[in-house]
């Protein structure tokens, strides 16, 4: 049976809206998505078991954050909703690297709307009144799933809403805030002092995970994805990206084009299963999406449920404990069945 870590306090974020190509557009990533996993699961009491996350504060967060992004997210909504009065809140001017070529990095702003631009790189991700409550839910939804895992259970599933993979160590954007799964990785390499693998397949590549262990030897980080080139977030996922100093080989972007199906896809997977097989960690952390089956409204693969079960499998092949987090995936008819066919395959495979 396995654990799965969830927590109401989600729901706290709860955006309408997010501005793509200049254009508001209806928010893709809502409460409805870790309402639908949480009832599909819940219809299979035999299988899974709800677990209430415990809380872990902000230590574990700043060990892998910048305590000024911790500290803003903290205190953004009162400051934005208080300065500007705004209901839902995405920054209008955003720092770029050519703004200041040549002078060194910027200062942190002291103006609510300045600090928005300075935090978030992008106008997908808006702060409305909750979501600081339930970016630190989905934190501990994380880290409880990982204490599971290193307490002895070969599989635990943390249900993370906001997802997180997209948040660099001093940025948020993509729908994500604090980067679940790198403060779960993080937490278990340091904490046991053995080597852990991230192993990202969303749809979409998880920048923010790259970036933060891209110069670690400790902590491999794997990713099936969209091609950047034509797949957000355009400026990170490229097959050249192997890590640098003592992480150097150890990141592997595999990029995939539009179109991508299950023999595809799982071929792929295999390239990824024999990099992690080879890197040979303790403990693998799955960053799942499910932004890859056919239907998704924001991506362009075309995988069946099937995929997802065949995909679970060939990762319990590793014979390693997993800790499984939830990222992407926005059909929300089948977001649930999707999932569960994930979770299913992976123990019908051990």
Do not use: K
């Not at 996350?53 to 909703?81: C, K, M, N, R, Y």
């Not at 030897?217 to 003592?246: I, K």
Request: glycine letters at 12%; proline letters at 8%.
């Amino acid at each position: 049976m396995i654990p799965v870590v969830w927590t109401p306090v989600h729901r706290r974020h709860a955006p309408t809206l997010e501005i793509e190509f200049g254009r508001p557009v209806a928010q893709y990533e809502l409460p409805a998505r870790a309402d639908e996993i949480q009832r599909a699961l819940a219809e299979a009491p035999e299988s899974f078991r709800l677990v209430e996350p415990v809380s872990h504060g902000t230590g574990p967060i700043e060990a892998v954050h910048d305590p000024g992004l911790v500290s803003f997210l903290g205190t953004a909504w009162q400051e934005v909703h208080g300065e500007e009065g705004l209901a839902e809140a995405v920054p209008d001017t955003v720092v770029h690297p050519a703004l200041r070529a040549g002078m060194g990095p910027a200062p942190a702003p002291a103006g609510a709307a300045a600090r928005l631009g300075y935090w978030c790189f992008e106008t997908m991700t808006p702060l409305v009144e909750g979501t600081y409550e339930a970016a630190r839910a989905a934190v501990d939804v994380a880290l409880t799933a990982a204490d599971l895992v290193l307490g002895g259970e070969p599989v635990a599933y943390g249900l993370c809403r906001p997802p997180g993979h997209h948040a660099p160590s001093a940025a948020y954007g993509g729908y994500c805030y604090f980067n679940n799964a790198g403060i779960a990785a993080h937490a278990m390499a340091s904490s046991t002092g053995t080597r852990v693998t991230v192993l990202d397949v969303d749809y979409h590549h998880g920048n923010g995970t790259q970036q933060i262990f891209y110069e670690r030897g400790d902590v491999q980080y794997v990713s099936l994805h969209g091609d950047p080139n034509r797949a957000y977030p355009y400026f990170a996922g490229y097959a050249e990206e192997t890590g640098a100093g003592p992480g150097a080989g150890g990141n592997l972007n595999l990029p995939l084009p539009a179109g991508t199906d299950d023999d595809r896809y799982l071929a792929a997977l295999g390239q990824a299963i024999a990099a992690i097989d080879a890197f040979d960690p303790a403990v693998v952390v799955v960053s799942l999406g499910v932004d890859t089956f056919h239907l998704d409204p924001i991506a362009d693969f075309v995988l069946s449920t099937e995929a997802f079960t065949r995909s679970a499998a060939a990762v319990a092949g590793l014979s390693r404990p997993v800790v499984v987090l939830q990222e992407g995936g926005y059909h929300l008819p089948s977001i649930g069945a999707n999932v569960r066919a994930w979770l299913e395959g992976l123990t019908a495979g051990s």
